[in-house]
């Protein structure tokens, strides 16, 4: 078995408690503008696929008899694609015309999710509301392309630079739009992190880790099951079944793995 320490995921954590992004329509439009390759260009990092990259835990292939034995009783609310192949994050470098496609995706989905352009060139929903979200962070860092992409959709990024005393309290107090955040390390994955991370219950307790705001009954019961997990298929098919419904529920937008396999 292969496990890896480092960050099996970091990424940019959509704060599901706003409105903006409870349409999961939304969320996976703003995947689409997320242009990595283009800020990876030193090929340094790889771009994140999995809440638990490069090891046996991300999600295979199309689900396993044990993955699809817990997946089963919560077909009817989760995505449908959580029951075919492993999430992959969009790309921009397979041609020329790559990054232009993955705007129009992201301008249907938005159309579909009742987003419209309005004569300034503004998206607006059927309240008249601007698209506008905010982005925190307590050190500077350019996403100066990403803005450019996302004002091509009619929709406004703002960059909030904040001193790391407020940085930390706005995360506490689940205070933000989007953030950043790296999901730590493993050696193998530990039910009580994922509870941190995606369990209801720490959804609405400030100071805990679930910065998505992810109030799932499929994620619990997963969770609960690499809790009870008696050997390592077990664990194994608990993982990957939570994997595909983190990845396809586009609770964060992927951005990077990295460390020492």
């Known amino acids: 078995m292969r496990t890896r320490d480092g960050c099996y995921l970091q ?30 260009k030193t ?15 991300a999600a295979k292939g199309l689900p396993s008899a044990g993955e699809l034995a817990l997946l089963e009783p919560f077909r009817a609310e989760l995505p449908p694609r959580v029951f075919g ?48 979200f905010e982005y925190m962070q307590p050190l500077a860092s350019s996403i100066n392309d990403w803005q450019r992409n996302l004002e091509k959709l009619g929709i406004t990024l703002k960059a909030r630079l904040v001193d ?14 989007m953030v950043a955040i790296v999901d730590g390390s493993f050696t193998l994955p530990q039910g009580s992190e994922m509870a941190a991370l995606f369990g209801s219950k720490s959804a609405d ?26 050997t390592m298929q077990e664990l194994r098919d608990a993982a990957r079944a939570l994997d595909r419904v983190v990845m396809w529920s586009f ?11």
């Not at 090929?43 to 835990?57: G, I, L, P, Q």
């Not at 994050?89 to 990054?99: F, G, I, M, Y």
């Not at 307790?205 to 008696?230: C, F, H, Q, T």
């Open 164 to 177: 790391f005393a407020l940085y930390r309290r706005r995360l506490q107090q689940y205070d933000f739009d």
């Open 205 to 230: 307790d400030p100071g805990n880790s679930n910065y998505r705001g992810v109030k799932s009954r499929a994620a619990d019961a997963l969770i609960e099951a690499m809790n009870r997990a008696s």
């Open 43 to 57: 090929k340094v990092f790889t771009r994140a696929s999995s809440a638990f990259n490069t090891s046996d835990f």
């Open 85 to 132: 192949p492993p999430f992959v994050a969009p790309r921009t470098d397979s041609d020329p015309n790559a990054l232009r496609r993955n705007l129009i995706k992201a301008r249907e989905l938005l159309e579909q999710a009742g987003w419209k352009l309005d004569p300034q060139g503004v998206l607006r929903n059927a309240k008249g509301e601007a698209f506008e």
């Open 251 to 261: 609770w964060q937008i992927p951005d990077l793995y990295s460390g020492v396999e």
């Open 11 to 40: 990424s940019y954590n959509l704060n599901m408690r706003r409105p903006l992004v409870q349409d999961m329509r939304v969320r996976e439009a703003l995947g689409y503008t997320y242009d990595f390759e283009t800020l990876n």
